[in-house]
C-alpha cells in the first residue's frame, strides 16, 4: 500500500511558487514603474532645456560671413544686455574665429590660443558651420569686445589719419605687446577670462588719445 501524500508538504511549497510568483511580478512592475520615471524625468528635462534655449533665439545675433568681421563686431557692440547674454550662451561660429585671425593679420593658431580653444576643436567647428560655447565662447565674446572699443576709439578720433586707419591690424598688434599698465604681460595673456577682458577694456580705454602714435 502506497504511503500517503504529504499534504502539508505540498501545500507549502505551491505557498513559496505563488510567493516567488508575486514577488517577480512585482520586481517587474517595481521596474517598469521605474523605466516609466526615468523617461518622464530625461523628456522633462530635454523639454526644459529647449523652452530654456528658446527664450533667447530671438536675442541670438549670428555671424554672417559675406558681411564681415568689422560689422559683427559694430552689432554685437551694439546689443543690448540681453543679446549679448543671449550670444554668451549660445557661442560663436568656429568660422568667425578664423575670419577674426585674417583681420587682425594673426595667425588663426595664435588667435586659437589666446581664446584658450584647442585648434582641432575650433577648425572642426568652423568646418561643421558650429559654434564654440564654454570658455571659449565666452573669450570669443570679449574679443569681440574689446576690438569694439578700438573700433570706437578710432571712429571717435579727430585724427587726420584715422579715416583710413584699420582698427583690427592694430588691435591685433597692440594685445601682443607686453603693457607696463600689466606688469609686462601682454593684453593677449588676459583674454581668455571675464575679468581678463575687464582689465584689457580699461587699459585699453586709457591708451584712446595715444592710440595712433
Known sequence: MSPAPNTKAGALSETRKRGASAATRGAGKT??????????????SESAKRRGSAKYVSYIIEYKPKQGVDAFVREVTNASPMQ????EKHGVKGAFVKDLSKRMALPVSRVFTILGVPKATAEKKAAAGEVITGRGGLATVGMIRLLGIAQRIVANSSAPDARDFDAAKWFGQWIERPQTALGGLRPADLIDTPTGVD???RILGAVESGAYQ
Do not use: E, Y
Not at 514603474?33 to 523617461?39: T, Y
Not at 549679448?84 to 550670444?87: C, L, R, S
Open 31 to 44: 521596474a517598469a514603474k521605474s523605466s516609466r520615471v526615468a523617461k518622464w524625468w530625461s523628456t522633462s
Open 84 to 87: 549679448i547674454v543671449a550670444i
Open 199 to 201: 582689465i584689457v577694456a
